[in-house]
């Protein structure tokens, strides 16, 4: 029995021939491969100037001592750490430049693994593990090939009954079996088996090893590790190591015979990058639904957050409509001229200040406006008033018949006064509805005495419902009389606060509103604009001022709402990170098997994007049944915004992709053996 290659003696390792070429069917050539690591006791040399060549067929026991450099060789060998120096030839592929990403390539399709420890992942079934592989494979095959292969050599190793199992439901040489099939299913040009007999009976090893050998006398070269000289005696050939170098190389039987291997089935290289995707997707899926109650804690800052930004932007939008709809109705088309806003005397009158506005001006402008349907005078006045031995103290408001025309207010009961009133400063009042409940809770007020400061009036009329005015004033809490009357009996002023016009169109509003700000002026002999002792306004400028606020105030409560979206993206970047620490073996046997770290990084930010968007979902249908509930049941008008709800949702999926990159960087950094080495 002749050596196939034999290490010199440590004396005499510094003298090197010049190696010979390596034969036609060799499957792995090194020559003067050395490791080092570095320590802080300084440099340890695991493997030192190794020469081996392995014939495509073989099947080698590498043995040693522990410390003797099998396993710094076995690492090598398998890709998944580089030597410092020498060459490694892997079925004519040179590994030393290879980058971690090639390395992986080349692992996936030229590499099978059987580790000692299984290392099967532990939530998933049988035919999940053998499919592993092939999810990073360039043969980019579709799902249901995926599952043929894996079936075949499950079936190939005795566990076709058994696919549908999770690993903690078969025995140890079962999972051997899983691991054998797995490392098969990529058909590999080598197999690489770290002491497979280690964690197993008698029995179960002798079984295994007989399974070895059938693989190998049907051609797949096998390299093994063992201390066991019962399981070497399996091998055709027997490596011994100690020391970093090779000391015995002895071959009891030559390589068997490899035929040319069918070419395994290729995929849909157009579909490839979609079924990756696909399974990563579904791998993600798994991984959450795994920790079922930690996914939904961490997905519920996300869940908050995107249901308050919703239910916030709802409930300011509905308030900023219901503002708009209570100033439209003060009328459509209304223009108000307001008495005051000068500095006079060092004093800021403001709007409606008294001094400034007469009756004459409302008649000129009925008389001079030519787009005016309605002019009305308006004075106020807060006063007491009683009746049948109720009183209330209330707000009593002096216009013009035109002015239930020009509010668009109805009159439900009785009728309007008329002008003839207005000219002889009639006593008759119309009441709101908030008047005819406090005062006449009977309902029945036509007719009857209602006493202001002291004056008796008679109720005319009852005003439709109008409710709260956008600055918060019970519109229906009012009485209204003639504005003669008002100012002669119950004011005692020549002085209007206002003037209300009506416009017979929208688009004449600015037209006419110049018309009266010239007419006034001409009146009040007002020549710089600066100085106008009136103000008039539109009631599109009121509903753009009272709007102001509540909008300042949804952008408010959406940013404060929008705080827990980041405090919920924290949170998944922590269980992301913590998630990567829980697998870290996980990740070593996807690295071990063929993933490449962007294949790591992009399972881990699809992952944070799942739970992101997940929570996203489920934060829109939060916010929308939140408004939905709040217009239903506490009718507070609330409209959800589709911006809003878009917005939010693209917020949730990018604090996905931002707070999960961090995580999936550092899965995919990760060394693929200190990966498979943590516990």
């Known amino acids: 029995?002749?050596?196939?290659?034999?290490?010199?003696?440590?004396?005499?390792?510094?003298?090197?021939?010049?190696?010979?070429?390596?034969?036609?069917?060799?499957?792995?050539?090194?020559?003067?491969?050395?490791?080092?690591?570095?320590?802080?006791?300084?440099?340890?040399?695991?493997?030192?100037?190794?020469?081996?060549?392995?014939?495509?067929?073989?099947?080698?026991?590498?043995?040693?001592?522990?410390?003797?450099?099998?396993?710094?060789?076995?690492?090598?060998?398998?890709?998944?750490?580089?030597?410092?120096?020498?060459?490694y030839l892997l079925d004519g592929v040179d590994t030393s430049d290879l980058d971690a990403d090639e390395l992986a390539d080349l692992r996936n399709q030229k590499l099978g693994f059987v580790f000692q420890g299984f290392n099967l992942l532990s939530r998933t079934t049988a035919l999940e593990n053998v499919e592993l592989p092939l999810i990073y494979s360039t043969r980019r095959l579709s799902p249901d090939q995926r599952q043929d292969d894996a079936e075949n050599e499950l079936d190939r190793v005795g566990l076709g009954q058994r696919l549908d199992h999770h690993p903690n439901e078969l025995s140890?040489?079962?999972?051997?079996?899983?691991?054998?099939?797995?490392?098969?299913?990529?058909?590999?040009?080598?197999?690489?088996?770290?002491?497979?007999?280690?964690?197993?009976?008698?029995?179960?090893s002798d079984d295994i090893m007989r399974l070895f050998r059938e693989l190998n006398d049907a051609g797949l070269t096998i390299i093994m590790v063992t201390h066991e000289p019962d399981v070497a005696a399996h091998a055709r050939r027997t490596v011994i190591m100690r020391d970093g170098q090779i000391r015995s190389d002895e071959r009891r039987e030559p390589p068997a015979v490899v035929t040319a291997p069918p070419a395994?089935?290729?995929?849909?290289?157009?579909?490839?990058?979609?079924?990756?995707?696909?399974?990563?997707?579904?791998?993600?899926?798994?991984a959450l639904l795994r920790n079922k109650l930690r996914t939904f804690l961490t997905a519920l800052g996300i869940i908050i957050g995107v249901g308050a930004v919703i239910a916030m932007v709802a409930i300011g939008r509905g308030a900023s409509s219901m503002i708009e709809e209570q100033i439209r109705g003060l009328g459509n088309n209304t223009l108000t001229v307001f008495s005051g806003q000068v500095f006079r005397g060092g004093v800021y009158r403001g709007y409606g200040g008294p001094g400034t506005l007469t009756v004459a001006d409302a008649e000129a402008l009925e008389r001079e406006i030519g787009d005016a349907t309605g002019v009305s005078p308006e004075v106020r006045s807060n006063e007491r008033y009683a009746a049948e031995g109720k009183n209330w103290a209330g707000n009593v408001r002096g216009v013009s018949p035109s002015y239930f025309f020009i509010r668009d207010w109805p009159i439900i009961q009785g009728s309007s006064f008329t002008d003839?009133?207005?000219?002889?400063?009639?006593?008759?009042?119309?009441?709101?509805?908030?008047?005819?409940?406090?005062?006449?809770?009977?309902?029945?007020?036509?007719?009857?005495?209602?006493?202001?400061?002291?004056?008796?009036?008679?109720?005319i009329g009852v005003l439709g419902k109008k409710g709260a005015a956008p600055w918060g004033e019970d519109q229906d809490d009012i009485v209204i009389i003639p504005y003669t009357t008002c100012m002669k009996r119950i004011i005692g002023t020549?002085?209007?606060?206002?003037?209300?016009?009506?416009?017979?169109?929208?688009?004449?509003?600015?037209?006419?509103?110049?018309?009266?700000?010239?007419?006034?002026?001409?009146?009040?002999?007002?020549?710089?604009?600066?100085?106008?002792?009136?103000?008039?306004?539109?009631?599109?400028?009121?509903?753009?001022?009272?709007?102001?606020?509540?909008?300042?105030?949804?952008?408010?409560?959406?940013?404060?709402?929008?705080?827990?979206?980041?405090?919920?993206?924290?949170?998944?970047?922590?269980?992301?990170?913590?998630?990567?620490?829980?697998?870290?073996?996980?990740?070593?046997?996807?690295?071990?098997?063929?993933?490449?770290?962007?294949?790591?990084?992009?399972?881990?930010?699809?992952?944070?994007?799942?739970?992101?968007?997940?929570?996203?979902?489920?934060?829109?249908?939060?916010?929308?049944?939140?408004?939905?509930?709040?217009?239903?049941?506490?009718?507070?008008?609330?409209?959800?915004?589709?911006?809003?709800?878009?917005?939010?949702?693209?917020?949730?999926?990018?604090?996905?992709?931002?707070?999960?990159?961090?995580?999936?960087?550092?899965?995919?950094?990760?060394?693929?053996?200190?990966?498979?080495?943590?516990?």
């Open 1 to 87: 029995m002749t050596p196939s290659v034999v290490n010199p003696p440590a004396a005499t390792t510094a003298r090197k021939s010049t190696p010979t070429a390596p034969p036609q069917d060799a499957v792995i050539v090194l020559r003067d491969l050395v490791k080092t690591y570095s320590s802080e006791a300084g440099e340890v040399r695991a493997v030192r100037g190794v020469n081996l060549t392995i014939e495509r067929g073989d099947f080698v026991a590498i043995m040693g001592s522990s410390g003797s450099g099998k396993s710094t060789m076995m690492n090598i060998l398998g890709c998944l750490d580089q030597a410092s120096s020498g060459t």
């Open 264 to 286: 395994p089935p290729r995929g849909h290289s157009f579909f490839g990058f979609i079924y990756l995707a696909l399974n990563i997707l579904s791998t993600s899926i798994r």
């Open 420 to 459: 003839e009133d207005v000219r002889s400063m009639g006593t008759v009042a119309l009441i709101g509805q908030t008047v005819l409940d406090r005062m006449f809770p009977e309902g029945n007020a036509i007719g009857r005495t209602l006493r202001i400061s002291n004056i008796p009036f008679q109720v």
């Open 494 to 679: 020549t002085w209007l606060r206002t003037i209300n016009v009506k416009i017979n169109a929208a688009d004449k509003m600015s037209g006419s509103q110049e018309q009266i700000n010239l007419l006034l002026r001409e009146r009040h002999k007002i020549s710089n604009p600066d100085m106008d002792d009136f103000s008039v306004r539109t009631s599109d400028e009121f509903i753009r001022m009272a709007t102001q606020t509540s909008r300042v105030m949804t952008a408010l409560l959406g940013s404060i709402a929008g705080v827990s979206l980041l405090v919920g993206g924290i949170g998944i970047m922590n269980i992301m990170l913590v998630s990567v620490t829980e697998r870290t073996r996980e990740i070593g046997i996807r690295r071990a098997v063929g993933a490449r770290g962007r294949d790591i990084r992009l399972q881990f930010i699809v992952e944070a994007i799942v739970l992101s968007t997940l929570g996203g979902a489920i934060g829109v249908g939060l916010g929308i049944g939140t408004a939905h509930l709040l217009t239903e049941y506490f009718s507070w008008p609330a409209e959800v915004s589709s911006t809003s709800v878009i917005t939010a949702f693209g917020v949730s999926f990018a604090v996905g992709v931002l707070f999960g990159y961090f995580p999936a960087h550092q899965a995919a950094a990760l060394n693929p053996i200190e990966a498979l080495r943590h516990e």
């Open 172 to 204: 140890g040489g079962q999972q051997q079996r899983v691991a054998i099939a797995r490392s098969l299913v990529n058909r590999p040009a080598v197999l690489l088996a770290d002491e497979p007999t280690g964690n197993l009976d008698t029995q179960t």
